[in-house]
């Protein structure tokens, strides 16, 4: 089982619609979630970060994280086509390793 | 007023050859870090520098070796170029952990090994 479980997609949403973006993970030792956007041909860039359980909003964008069940989640409300990316997203251990393991990224696009 | 480049962009070459790749920030940061994002979109780190220093280097053939001459720069060289090494190729920067979760990434090289 890979450590962070992302499902691909691609996730094809009209305009306005709620997207919701989840990955799941095994290490047990993750304490900072993130989510990072990558349009096409540019490099990720953070969009959000959480630590630890809990729910964080930004905006339109809400990062959900239940560490009970290994599981965070990205909401986006009311998305636009600019929304159209890659999401990751990542997880982090507290110390111990600093590298970010990342998941293998959904594609969304959101259709005008 | 980049953050991260990279140099090349692109770079196509044959089976064999040796090359590198360049990065610099001028973000102030003091760790930097190389990505491989293959053809399915899966970013993986290779290595990361934190001033100058070594400090994450994953299950890489030691083909490849990274090179930090300053805490600004960070060069991947890498030799005997194989097919299976034809990827995007990222740099990236932070500051040092706790706020390492915060990378800013560079726009990629993207490698085709013929």
């Known amino acids: 089982q890979k450590e962070v479980e992302q499902d691909p997609g691609p996730l ?3 305009e306005g619609a709620i997207v919701s973006l989840n990955c799941t993970y095994s290490n047990s030792a993750f304490q900072y979630f993130m989510w990072y956007r990558q349009y096409s041909r540019k490099g990720p860039e953070l969009l959000m970060y959480t630590y630890s359980s809990g729910n964080k909003e930004d905006g339109r964008f809400t990062a ?17 086509p600019s929304d159209s990316a890659t999401y990751l997203c990542a997880m982090r ?13 959904t594609k969304l696009t959101v259709n005008p | 007023d980049t953050a991260v480049s990279q140099t090349p962009k692109y770079l196509v070459t044959q089976m064999g050859n040796d090359k590198s790749i360049k990065c610099e920030q001028n973000l102030g940061h003091d760790t930097m870090y190389w990505y491989k994002q293959d053809s399915k979109k899966f970013l993986k780190i290779m290595f990361s520098y934190n001033n100058k220093e070594l400090i994450i280097n994953e299950t890489v053939p030691n083909r490849f070796s990274p090179k930090s001459p300053d805490k600004a720069h960070l060069n991947l060289h890498i030799n005997s170029l194989e097919l299976g090494d034809s990827a995007v190729y990222f ?24």
Request: positive net charge; contains cysteine; aromatic residues 12%.
């Open chain 1, 12 to 14: 094809s949403v009209p």
């Open chain 1, 64 to 80: 959900q994280v239940d560490k009970s069940s290994k599981y965070i989640s990205l909401f986006i409300r009311d998305s636009q």
């Open chain 1, 93 to 105: 251990e507290w110390g111990g390793s600093e590298k970010l393991v990342f998941g293998k990224g």
């Open chain 2, 91 to 114: 740099c990236a920067s932070s500051q040092q952990p706790p706020s390492s979760y915060e990378q800013y990434f560079g726009p990629g090289t993207r490698l085709t090994v013929t």
